[in-house]
């Protein structure tokens, strides 16, 4: 098991993409992130990509995908490229994992998740229903006969005992510095799960570096994906991109705004009213008469915004 020497950040054209999740329309939230997606591309010369992220099926909402696309074309947003859906990717998917397990890398778990709260705890302290578990490590060596459920990535330094910290230092636009151990935060996560859906973390990993991406431009609630995300591309060998995390629109119970706390799709007849208040949260203060003065003025402002 070897770690191929890290490559820094990606050179060459810049090409940024916005990857929502079909699993509804776009609403104020997620609008932030396509807007500030376009005017880095746009600010930088560089190509703007839509990938369609369908992987969790069950999740996905019929014709979300195509309404997605209506929205963002409706304020003047269009693809550079034709979109991509992950759904079509899947042997790209596998194609990764094999290389990952025969590196040593991944490897089968066979715990359920009330068997990671049990190895954590074993007096069983209640815990918060989906309270994120650390994955303990029990499956690293072996399955002790039971059936794989899941695969996992293996969070170790390639020179370590088992447990040591993973400290991935990684850089972000706005927010700064970061850093996580992502043993201590994560564990061993999970690459394909006990459906057999492919988890975020791999296809978003393998998507970026397939279409060449150079800048991420995503919500902050992404964040702490993204020392995984680092570690995954370093075993694959794979480029860093660029990242910059934006700000999130809370919904009235202060949290992320979302479906579930009441966001309601973006009102693609009032374009300018909805572009204004995406460039708000992004401390963009633009006037334009139509959604393409609006886009032109805001792309200028955006050059001395987060720069790199
Ligand atoms: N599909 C993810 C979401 O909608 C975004 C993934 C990303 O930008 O990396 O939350």
Redesign the pocket.
Known sequence: MTLPAATSHAHGAYRG?????P?GLLHAG?LV?ALASWLDARAHGGQWLVRI?DVDAPRCVSGADAAILGQLAALGMRPDEPPVWQSGRVAHYEAALARLVASGWAYPCGCTRSDIAQALDPRGAPRARHADLVYPGTCRHGLRGRPARTMRLLVAPATAAPLDPLRIDWHDRRLGAQHQDVTAAVGDFVLRRADGLWA?QLA?VVD?AAQGITH?V??E??AD?TPR?IHLQHVLGLPTPVYLHTPLVLGADGEKLSKQNGARPIDANAPMEVLRAAGHTLGLHVEGRDAAAWLASATTQWRNRWPE
């Open positions: 993409r916005f990857a929502p999740s699993t997620s992130a992220e975020y978003v970026d991420v995503r919500g609630d992404l994906n995300q």
